[in-house]
């Protein structure tokens, strides 16, 4: 394996064993940043970005890629890294090894599953990887002085995992701690789920977190617990406003016109498909928690 690319500009090392790979743009979508763990025995890298392809590789000669879950910015170096095995959680696996799969697990049809399929493939290089192997919560990887282990942390997408580094790092991915907040919009996304993860992960030590977007390194547990505690609160922000909107009877499709995820100026292909996803999971628990009711057919308002 011969790509071996300087990253002196944009690699920050966390441990002797541990590195983060700055995407373009500080690890903006459509980058990333991408991790590095370096044992006596192998090397990894963590969802190798976009940048990593277009800067022709890692600082390493790379023996795995392991994707922390099947979004089309996590799997650029996929078919980069053609001699190294590629790891995904078991319930993502389609999504790494073809391409239906992966538009599966967006949920897409029609013209946008095509459009978005060449977009894939030409943007981030999507190449499917028939023989990845899926990994369950806790699975191990012994690199020789340094493991890592993988955390299931599910509703992002149904196999969105964590990884715990020895030596005190831990890589988030998609649990991204921006200010938009979480994004279950996906058809392989879950909103119980999401939550979950949040309350699961709040009691993680580490020294460093990290993410994939933008926030990229985060130093210590208690700057963590804050933008996660943030981060959290969207999704009951995001409740409140859909509650009181439904003072008054809607149907979804009113929600989905006004907007409570995304801003109404955004004008992405797939903001209504996630406006839509969302606001039914939220209804969903209204339902469950006896908060609203659906007063006539496709009809919803609040108890
Ligand atoms: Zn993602």
């Known amino acids: 394996m011969s790509q071996i690319t300087d990253w002196a500009d944009a690699e920050r090392h966390l441990t002797d064993h541990v590195s983060v790979l700055v995407g373009d743009d500080n690890g903006k979508y459509p980058s990333g940043n991408s991790l590095v763990i370096r044992g006596d025995g192998e090397a990894v890298i963590i969802d190798p970005s976009v940048s990593v392809v277009s800067r022709g590789g890692a600082p390493v000669a790379v023996d795995a890629v392991i994707n922390s879950h099947s979004h089309e910015d996590h799997m650029p170096g996929n078919g980069f890294f053609t001699d190294a095995r590629v790891h995904i959680h078991h319930d993502?696996?389609?999504?790494?090894?073809?391409?239906?799969?992966?538009?599966?697990?967006?949920?897409?049809?029609?013209?946008?599953?095509?459009?978005?399929?060449?977009?894939?493939?030409?943007?981030?290089?999507?190449?499917?990887?028939?023989?990845?192997?899926?990994?369950?919560?806790?699975?191990?990887?012994?690199?020789?002085?340094?493991?890592?282990?993988?955390?299931?942390?599910?509703?992002?997408?149904?196999?969105?995992?964590?990884?715990?580094?020895?030596?005190?790092?831990?890589?988030?991915?998609?649990?991204?701690?921006?200010?938009?907040?979480?994004?279950?919009?996906?058809?392989?996304?879950?909103?119980?789920?999401?939550?979950?993860?949040?309350?699961?992960?709040?009691?993680?030590?580490?020294?460093?977190?990290?993410?994939?977007?933008?926030?990229?390194?985060?130093?210590?547990?208690?700057?963590?617990?804050?933008?996660?505690?943030?981060f959290h609160a969207v999704i009951p922000r995001r409740h409140e406003a859909m509650l009181a909107f439904l003072g008054e009877p809607h149907t979804i499709d009113e929600m989905v016109t006004h907007r409570f995820v995304y801003r109404p100026h955004v004008q992405h292909v797939f903001a209504d498909n996630v406006e839509y996803r969302c606001a039914a999971m939220h209804i969903q628990r209204m339902l469950t928690r006896g908060e609203a009711a659906e007063v006539a057919p496709g009809l919803f308002q609040t108890t």
């Open 92 to 230: 993502d696996l389609p999504g790494a090894r073809s391409l239906d799969g992966l538009m599966d697990v967006y949920g897409l049809s029609g013209e946008p599953r095509d459009d978005f399929a060449k977009q894939i493939v030409e943007e981030f290089n999507y190449s499917p990887r028939p023989d990845a192997e899926g990994f369950s919560d806790g699975h191990v990887w012994d690199l020789g002085g340094v493991q890592v282990e993988a955390v299931h942390l599910p509703g992002h997408t149904r196999g969105h995992s964590g990884f715990r580094v020895s030596g005190g790092v831990f890589f988030l991915s998609d649990i991204d701690l921006t200010g938009f907040g979480p994004y279950y919009g996906d058809v392989w996304s879950d909103l119980e789920d999401f939550e979950r993860s949040l309350i699961q992960i709040r009691d993680e030590e580490a020294e460093y977190y990290v993410t994939f977007h933008h926030k990229g390194v985060i130093e210590g547990r208690e700057t963590f617990v804050d933008l996660l505690d943030g």
